[in-house]
Every structure is written in structure tokens, then in C-alpha cells.
């Protein structure tokens, strides 16, 4: 047998015996279903996704390919791709979601020093750590590098002073990785440092920003007088710009899956959804002008999927494919909801009551909620900007 | 099924890249329209073609092809496409060297493909019988009589039908107009007795005829495939057609969009680079995303083809869509980015656009593909 083989077995029968039946497809539907972001806050509802979590971090294989010393499953990239076979197969639940996986491991171990990674990233893996994403401020959305939220030194630790906003559930974090002016007299671009900070520090406080969708999963954070450790700091000081641009490759590339339907939180299918409110002839969508701008949409569905499989064949590319598939991704869920909106009729815009069912007034919340997708991690305006300077090359005035 | 080009096809791709850039340029095609050639397409440069195993490129070894596949193929008109070279390629290298290879018998074979390999013979294929695309409603007729086939009928925007020797017609030998059954493909020798080619004059200035058929008289041994279910066959055929010509139709986009790219570069107006603006730079990016998703799309069809995938039919129909969608855009776009120039005739620009609104129609346009897919898909 093969060591591959050998591993397969063992992954099969390890999964087998530590994978909670409820974490897995054919689930009993009465058991509450957690959305698991781990962290010193985290509850559950269901024992199980706890323990699924602990025994998935424990291997290390909520981030597989990372080294064992670091807390990862120390897997080779063949091995990952048998692991996420015999996870498939028994339809076994993500055990963790989290921006720490996403976003700020993979810089981590590109910038940070040894203890740093020796200190994070484990926490990372084993979801003990909620991490959040200070970027954005009140003055600061498109033109990041404008930022304002200063970090001074005094000595032993930097002082932070400012604010951040859109901070994706700062409430439920517990450190946040941000971006802070250090070099003020600087270029902008060259003034900026990447900081780690605890958020139950003295001086760090939130506070929940409600959406046109009526939730709130994102914050204003603000700091005052916030005393960090200069261990802190991640890569050189003034240097955070370039750590910055690489996190936020990655956050690009998480954020374009919403333009799969297949893509995480969707379960709505257009096609079913227009033969529910418009009917069926003849097991085609009863209405023909509906179906003809349907059909468009799935026909750029199916191009958009096989453009992400191609660029996965193509072993990915630098921070322009990033880009296209943040734009497209983005723009295309906007639109496939817009489209399930308006074939839903009235029940696509209802708000709340008992008039209407869950699944359409779900719909219009999901709907508004897709109108920040456009504007978070970088607008679509910010991404064409980015394809028309570093792909094609055009000039700047 | 890999998304990405073997060696194999890569080294097809260039070899192409340089043939068109080399030999036929954009002024290649530019002085056989201004000539008074009828067949719009040079014996010469044909000739070449053969000699690098062009045609054969879809025929078995055992008759002197090559056996390279669809991708092999679509990889030489794409790059082939991007100087707007016009040759026998398509309707002879694809579509007749696929027919005959697939469905001919082994007299067919034996008789005809050697002589496409060699580049001697040319073929058409004849579908069309109205403005829109649509081989069901063939209302031509083959009627039996003892062991000769008698066609009558009239087949329209046959490309390379100005030209060819050899012609592949679906006709009726039974049931309805509406009705995919009763439908049989021919062979007939394009100079037989009763068969009239008019040349017809179409914007993109390539070969194309209406060609009608007056008692006829064919052998019963010129079937192609099985008598009856040619309607089928022609679905297949047809499919690997709009494959290639969706490769070809990427060409002529990629070559409009790196054209106007390179205009934004070099045009100056206010005393700055036109490519500058912002209001030109977000539309030329939008375009860039538009390419990928063809590429993918035509790469992906062309792999359907090659594996046999029972996808074929979506995966081509969904080529033929976005790459018809994508030149629209582009061939617009890249004109009136050009500004004035762009819609002279001293300009190459706009020879893109008759291009590819001819395209876009051969084989069925945007809306017969997109209701295609949704029919297919079970919407």
C-alpha cells in the first residue's frame, strides 16, 4: 500500500470515529445548527460542534497544510486533497469558520517572527482566538491608506488613539489585527504599521452598526488611550502597507465564492425560487421573459465557476485574479438576488410578519445584506481600478 | 477534465500564433476583399496550411491526419482568428474531417479524408434554411427512387458553399417541418447536375452561399451516418462546429481588445493618454473579465469534446453564448474607443465588428444558444 493509500485509510477511519453524527450529512434536522467561529466568547447550542471543533484543531486540520510546530496538520498538498475527499464523502461540516484561517495565518507566517507564530497561529487552528479586521475608518473606506488611527511610541508599547469601522463582529472578537499610522510625517503608504491588539485591553470598546438588511454583523471599534506591547508589531514598523495589500489578496479570494451559488451561505436556488412564484409549463419557468434573463444568469453562473476552477488548474495567480473574482463574484450576487427578488414578486420585498413565509422574507434580508458585498474588502470600483493599473497596464494622469 | 492547454496544444497554439502573424496579417485578408477573388480565401496560404497537418488535425492516423482533437483544432483557428485570416479551415478541417471521420463509413473515409488531409478537397456543410438558425424546421426533400436519392430543396448562408467541392446536406426523408426525426444527411458533389450556387455578399466578406437543389440525382450509397436520425448526427456535428468557431470568435476578441488597449496607450487628447481616464479604464477592465470567463468557457467545451462528455451539447451551447456576448462587447466597445477611426474603412477596427456579428449568427446566435442551455438545463 502506498503511504497515500495508508493515509486515506487511516483519515477515513479517524473521521469515522471522531466525527460527530450530527456534524455530518443526514443529520437529525431537530438538533440546533451552530454557525462555529470559535473564540473565548463562543457558545453552542449543540455539545457537538464544540467537540467536532476540539477534535478537528487538536489534528491540526483546520489548517491542514500548516506545520505541526505551528499547531497545523503538517499535511502535504496530496494528503489535503484525500482529507477533504473523506470529508466530503460523509458530508462532514466545516469545524471552523474564521478570518484568522482566512485572513491573518497565511501573513502570519509570511511576516511574523517565530514566537509570533508560535503564539498565534495554534490559537488560530484550534479556534480558541476570534480574530477581527481593523482596516477601514470613518475617513478611510476606498482610500484605505489614508488612514488615521495613530499608534505612537512610548517606550515599552505603542498608544493607540482612533477609530475603525466595518468591523466585521468586533463584539464577538477577542484581538483584532489593524492598521495604524506610526510614521505620520511620512507618505501615506509609508507611514503604516500592522498591530495586534487585544480587544479586552483597557480603552478598546464596540459598538454594533445596524444594516438596510436589519442585522449587524459589523461594528464601529474604537480606541482610546490603548497601550499595545511592541511584541506586537507584525513585520517592520512603517511596512504594514505591503502586509496589508497580501491580507487583503486573501480576503478577495474568500469573498468572490459568493458569486457560486454553490458558495457558502446560499442556499437559494433562482430556478426553483421563479417556478415557486411564477409557476411552471411544462417543467420550464412559466414566465418567458423571467426565464430568458434567468438562463443569462446561470449561462454566467456556469462561466464564472469554470474561471475559478481554471485558475485553480492553472495553480492561481497573483492579486489580478484576486480582483476580477471579487468584482465578478460580488457583482454576480447582487444580481442573482435582485433577480430572485423580483421573481418572488411582493413576497420578495416583504419585511416581517406572519403574512408571508420565512424563506421570502429571508430573501429580502439577503438581498440587502448582498449590496455591501460590492463595498466590503474593496469596492468594485476599487478592483477595476486595480485590473486596469497591474493587468492591463494603463496609465496613470 | 483540466482547464489548462497540454504541450501538445501549446505548441499547436504557437505555431499558429506565428503562421498568422507572419504570413497573413490583417492586410492579408484586407486585399482579398478588395480583389475580385470569389472564393474570398487563397489557395496559397491554404496550401501552407496543409502542409503544417492543419486540416487533418480531427482525421486518424491510419488516413494520413494527425488525430490532435478538438482542442488541437480550436487552439489554430483562435489564434488564426486574431488576423481575421480566412481559409477552408473551419468548414473543411472541422466540420467535414469531423463528419466524415465520425460518422462516414469506411468507403467515405477511404474516399474523402486523405484528400482533406492533402488540402485537395473542400466541403460545406448545408443546414439552414431560414434567417434563423434552426435544422428542425429542414423542409428539403430526398424522395428514394430505386437505388438513386432525388433532392429538392433550397439551403441557405452555407459557409464556404460559394467554393466547396464537396457538400453535406440534411434533408427530409420523412415527417414535417418542426420535426428533429425523419431528417438524413448527403454527400453531394457540389457540381452535380441541378445544383445552383449563389454567392452571397455578407459583411464580414467571406465565403457563403445559398445553394438550391433541383432534382438532384445522388447515389444511395452518399448517406452519411444512419438514414432517418440525421437530425441527431447534425446536433453532433453541429455541436463541435460552435466549439471551434466560439475558439475562433475568442481570437477575434482577444485580438479587438489588445488593439484598443494598446490605442488607449498611445492616443493622447486634453495633452494626456486617452487610456488615463477612468471612464475608459473601468470598461476596458470590465471587458478583461468578460475575456476570462470566455476563455474558460471555450476551454471548457473543447475539453466536452474531446472526452466525449455527456455535457457537450450545455458546454457548447454555453460557448457559443459567451464568446457571442463578449465580441459583441468588445467589437462596440473597441470602435468607439477608436473614436472617428474607428469607424473608417481604412481602419482595421471595424472589420472585428462585421466579423463577429456574422459569427455570432452561424450555428445559432446568442438567444437560440441561451434558450438552448435552458432547455437542456430544466429550466
Redesign the interface.
Known sequence: MSNLDKFREETKSWLDKNCPPSMRSGADPTIPVDEVWGGRKASYKNPESKLWLERMGAKGWTMPTVSKEYGGGGLSKDEVKILNEEMFFIGAKQPLLSFGIWMLAPVLLEYGTEAQKKEHIPKIIKGEIRWCQGYSEPGSGSDLASLATKAEDVGESFMVNGQKVWTSYADKADWIFALVRTGPKEPKHDGISFLLIDMETKGVSTKPITLISGKSPFCETFFDNVEVPKDNLIGELNAGWTIAKKLLQHERAFISNFGLAAGMGSKRDI?SIAKKHLGEDA???GNNFF??E???H???E???G??L??AG??GGKASATAS?FK??GTEHNKKRHELMVAASGVDGIAWDGDEFDKEDKNLTRAWLRTKGNSLEGGSS?V???V???R??????? | MKLTLNEEEQFLKDTAKNFAQERCPVTHFRSLRDSNDPQLWDKAIWNEMSKLGWPGILIPEEYGGSNFGISGISVILQECAKTLTPSPLFATGVIGAYSIANFGNENQKEEYLPKIVSGEMTTAFAIDESSHHNPADTEMTAEFKKDKVILNGKKIFVVDGASADLLIVLARTSGNKGETSGLTLFFVNSNSSGVEKIKLDMADSRNYANIVFSDVEINKEDILGDIETGGETAENILDIARIALSAEMLGNSEAAFETTLDYLKQRKQFGVLIGSFQALQHRAAQMFCELELTKSSVMAAMRAADENSNELQRLSSLAKTVAGETLHLVSNEAVQMHGGIGVTDEYDIGFFLKRGRVAEQIYGGIKFHTERYANLSGF
Open positions: 430556478v417543467g420550464r419557468i426565464r430568458s434567468i438562463a443569462s446561470k449561462i454566467k456556469h462561466a464564472f469554470l474561471t476552477k481554471r488548474d492553472e476580477m468584482l465578478y470600483e478592483q477595476l481600478n485590473i486596469s493599473k493587468v492591463l497596464g494603463l496609465p496613470t494622469q
